[in-house]
């Protein structure tokens, strides 16, 4: 059976809690901190918070993020998918699509719940 232990995994997500300094809304999935931070981007929050590497549920390691009351929009759309970023080093880190799209228009606040970024453990 494959195994990988806590550190293999500990050491990918903990880019995620050292590294990553502001999350953006997206009109679509990006692919490219350009995409992310700029093409797509509708709006961002820079008071992100990111747990160290902790397990998750029915196996493997996630990083937990804190949730987000206070991202400001700055483009109208509609809001698919989030993206986390380190912007002092211009890498996108990670991205998923939201719970529900949103239409969101320049100058609201947009707000997101708690939610985990996890590698399960392998098959």
């Known amino acids: 059976m494959a ?18 300094n502001k999350i953006l809304v997206t009109s679509q999935e990006a692919t490219t901190f350009t995409n992310a931070n700029s093409t797509y981007a509708l709006g961002n929050s820079t008071s992100l918070s990111i747990a160290a590497p902790s397990d998750r549920t029915g196996g493997g390691r996630k990083v937990t993020v804190a949730a987000i ?14 993206a986390i970023v380190d912007t ?6 990670a991205t998923a699509a ?26």
Do not use: K, W
């Open 88 to 93: 002092a080093n211009s890498r996108l880190l």
């Open 98 to 123: 939201l719970t529900a799209s949103q239409s969101v228009t320049s100058g609201n606040t947009f707000t997101l719940a708690t939610f985990d970024i996890g590698i399960p453990d392998p098959a």
């Open 3 to 20: 195994t990988l232990g806590d550190r293999v995994f500990d050491n990918g997500l903990s880019v995620l809690d050292t590294e990553a």
């Open 69 to 82: 009351s206070d991202g400001s929009i700055t483009g109208t759309g509609t809001a698919t998918h989030y």
